[in-house]
């Protein structure tokens, strides 16, 4: 994933190894936009977009949940959730852009 955002141009990627670093390093840093895996190592990516809904200062954060499930009740709970943008994997280089556009459209300034 790193190396498709990088070949698109974007050049501060940062790569969380589970969920708990990667809540703590969006609490610290300056995060433009999150890239969500349905599973995640620690707590679902489900269970991660509620934590970062729940936090005033990460309400508005652009997210895109990313997953190989494309069950309708499983992207309406992920809507339900908080969700900014659902990509389906596999995905191609277009398809994650206008996830990203669609995300950071839905919530707060554009991102990109």
């Known amino acids: ?18 969920a708990e670093m990667a809540f703590d ?7 433009a936009i999150a890239l969500v895996d ?32 494309n069950d309708p009740k499983q992207i309406e709970e992920a809507r339900r ?3 900014s943008s659902y990509l389906v ?3 191609g280089t277009a398809d994650l852009l206008a996830r990203m556009d669609e995300a950071s459209l839905a919530h707060g300034p554009s991102a990109l």
């Open 1 to 18: 994933m790193t190396g498709m955002l990088n070949d698109l141009g974007f050049k501060d990627v940062v790569e969380a190894e589970n």
């Open 25 to 31: 390093f969006i609490n610290k840093g300056d995060v």
């Open 38 to 69: 349905w599973n995640l190592p620690g707590k679902s990516g489900i269970e991660f977009v509620r934590s970062i809904r729940a936090i005033m200062k990460t309400r508005e954060l652009p997210l895109v949940m990313m997953t190989s499930n």
């Open 81 to 83: 959730a908080g969700v």
């Open 89 to 91: 994997k596999p995905f």
